[in-house]
């Protein structure tokens, strides 16, 4: 087994358009299986992409496996692969074959090889027949493995999954945690339901752009339920943001 | 880069999603295609390269047989007709709509792409297509004027209007959903 | 995707179509040459006989693609029966048929992908002049991805209209439709990033 990919967030800001979404975050993760919770809001999904590094931090630094992927995108595409929240979002291909195929062959692969790989990890999920197969005739939770077998088949070293199971019943979330559970890589994984973390190392709770509490699962997520039990009965849904 | 390349692939298939979704009905009760205003909205929302670009590849696709055309018509023999200068001619009107609107940047939104939407979706549409259909038909100008301008005018006067209220509404909406004016390519 | 490659498996289907597209234009270049009204009768029964020989099915649902002519068909009878130059117009309604008779054959025979093939064949020497043929890739399967959620996306907005409103849904609705539109496509450039891009796999 490969070790465990490590994070490091070092005085992290961010901001768009002059306004603030992540402040002086500072955070150093080297576990397997590492969870983000926080309220809509919190900068949670910013974080994700920062990982990902699909935008650069206004200031300070994230690296990943001892690069900065904002950067060196090339480097990017081994070390880490992002699940979205929506497959619309992320779906570039007609049929399934060609959406997985894709990011071999961006890794450098040829077509034919990309075409071979994209049959093995097909099969691997027992899948076969889902080639040739035209995405817009897929159901939603279908349409969530074809992202994970497109990010799965590039075997980066960290997952990062953006809630990508909001919104699907729970069978499917069941089945869908199933193929994540046996991932070899590291998880970075965002999610409001405390049973998609069952079993995770290590969890880290933002509030309003910063970390609020980060630790063992069991304690971190202790807090984050209770206090977000008594929030609830608060009412701060009706404030606008500034 | 990806970005403008989603973006047109994204305008191409907005073309053919306005061939496709169920006719507009105007407060008159008068049912269009909305498809030839898709032409217009490229230029005056995307901006003269990308404009073309994008209406460029909803053009090849028709020709390689995908069945965009309202009325789910494509293939080949659409591009044999006289008429076919339209089609044409298409990526020149949203270069040309596109190009008015990342000059004239002094005026209204929704009077800058109304006009934008008449010279280029309009005069220059018509400006490749009357010729073409004199050369292919053949016909002199009188007749052309008569049998390939004057069935569409009216519906496209119409179309180019609401070109002009829907970019100004998406202006209103998103300033920077109107690339023709927030960052031309 | 349904494309207008037709179910019905003809000989046509196997030829090249780079070779199929040549005869196309050779055919159509003769056509526009020739006035004699025999030779181009001639020209269309001999077409008409190349829908009939795959059968029925086929020479059926060729005459229907050929059914959205009818509106030109009407404006040029209309003006050649006005100016009374009925010879001319007949000539020209048999080359219009003729001609679109023979492309939509090429179109009924040749898949998408053959057809997709050739597009980017006739688009390498373009490179030369500065166009990233990868991108053009993309961008085509890339609307053949997103066409089909544009037009749910389309439905589910005249629904919210039709919802609330005792009218059919108006030009307004393009406007939400285009945002969302444009919003899928900061969502999808920034899925492409993350998978590496288009500018990077130039340099493979």
């Known amino acids: 087994m490969t070790p465990p990919c490590r994070i490091e967030i070092q005085d992290l800001d961010f901001s768009v358009e002059g306004k603030q979404v992540l402040q002086s975050i500072t955070l150093t993760l080297r576990d397997r299986r590492i969870g983000i919770v926080g309220r809509n809001g919190s900068g949670k999904s910013t974080l994700a992409r920062l990982v990902a590094g699909l935008v650069a931090p206004t200031s300070g630094t994230v690296r990943v496996a001892d690069k900065d992927l904002s950067r060196d995108r090339r480097a990017a595409l081994h070390a880490v692969g992002i699940l979205f929240q929506n497959p619309e979002h992320q779906i570039i291909f007609p049929t399934v074959g060609e959406e997985i195929a894709f990011g071999l062959e961006q890794q450098g692969r040829s077509k034919a090889e990309a075409k071979t790989g994209a049959a093995d990890v097909l099969n691997r999920f027992e899948l076969g027949h889902w080639m040739d197969a035209y995405i817009n005739t897929l159901s939603q939770g279908q349409k969530h493995l074809v992202c994970l077998m497109a990010v799965v088949a590039m075997q980066p070293r960290l997952l990062v999954l953006d809630e990508p199971f909001a919104g699907l019943d729970i069978p499917t979330r069941a089945q869908l945690n199933r193929y994540l559970q046996v991932y070899e890589g590291s998880l970075l994984h965002i999610s409001h339901d405390p049973s998609d973390l069952d079993g995770y190392d290590h969890l880290v709770w933002l509030d309003q752009g910063g970390v609020q509490l980060s630790g063992p699962q069991e304690t971190v997520m202790a807090a984050y339920q209770e206090a977000m039990h008594n929030q609830g009965e608060a009412n701060d849904l009706a404030d606008l943001a500034g | ?185 | 995707m349904i494309s207008l490659t037709s179910p019905v498996r003809t000989w046509a289907h196997h030829w090249p179509a780079g070779a199929k597209l040549a005869a196309l234009a050779a055919a159509t270049f003769i056509l526009f040459m020739i006035h004699d009204l025999t030779l181009l009768v001639a020209a269309a029964v001999l077409t008409a006989g190349l829908y009939a020989l795959p059968g029925l099915v086929f020479f059926r649902s060729g005459l229907g693609r050929l059914r959205v002519l009818w509106p030109f068909l009407a404006i040029l009878a209309i003006w050649h029966g006005a100016t009374g130059t009925w010879a001319e117009g007949t000539e020209i309604i048999l080359r219009l048929l003729t001609t679109v008779g023979l492309a939509n054959l090429v179109t009924m025979t040749t898949s998408l992908s053959e057809m997709i093939a050739i597009i980017q064949w006739l688009a390498t020497p373009l490179r030369r002049v500065g166009l990233n043929t990868r991108a053009m890739e993309l961008a085509i399967a890339l609307v053949i991805r997103i066409l089909p959620s544009l037009v749910d996306n389309g439905q589910r907005l005249s629904d919210a209209w039709r919802a609330r409103s005792r009218r059919r849904p108006g030009w307004r609705v393009v406007v939400p439709f285009t945002l969302l539109a444009i919003d899928d496509a900061d969502h999808l450039a920034e899925a492409l990033r993350a998978r590496g891009g288009i500018l990077e796999t130039k340099r493979n």
């Open chain 2, 1 to 185: 880069m990806e970005r403008n390349v989603v973006l047109i692939a994204l305008f191409a298939a907005l073309i053919a999603a306005l061939g496709l979704v169920p006719k507009l009905t105007l407060a008159s009760g008068i049912p269009i295609t909305a498809q030839s205003m898709g032409i217009m909205l490229c230029g005056t929302v995307l901006g003269a390269k990308r404009g073309a670009l994008a209406v460029l590849l909803f053009v090849v696709l028709v020709a390689a047989g995908l069945p965009l055309l309202a009325g789910g018509r494509g293939g080949l023999g659409v591009f044999t007709t006289p008429w076919a200068g339209f089609y044409y001619g298409f990526p020149v009107a949203a270069f040309v709509a596109g190009l008015v609107m990342e000059k004239w940047t002094g005026s209204n939104i929704s009077f800058a792409a109304g006009v934008a939407a008449v010279i280029g979706g309009i005069g220059a549409l018509y400006l490749v297509a009357v010729p073409y259909y004199m050369v292919m038909k053949p016909a002199g100008l009188g007749e052309a004027l008569l049998t390939a301008m004057a069935p569409f005018m009216p519906g496209d006067l119409i179309k180019a209007v609401l070109a002009g209220l829907i970019t100004g509404a998406l202006y209103k909406a998103r300033p920077s959903s109107v690339l023709s004016r927030t960052n031309a390519a």
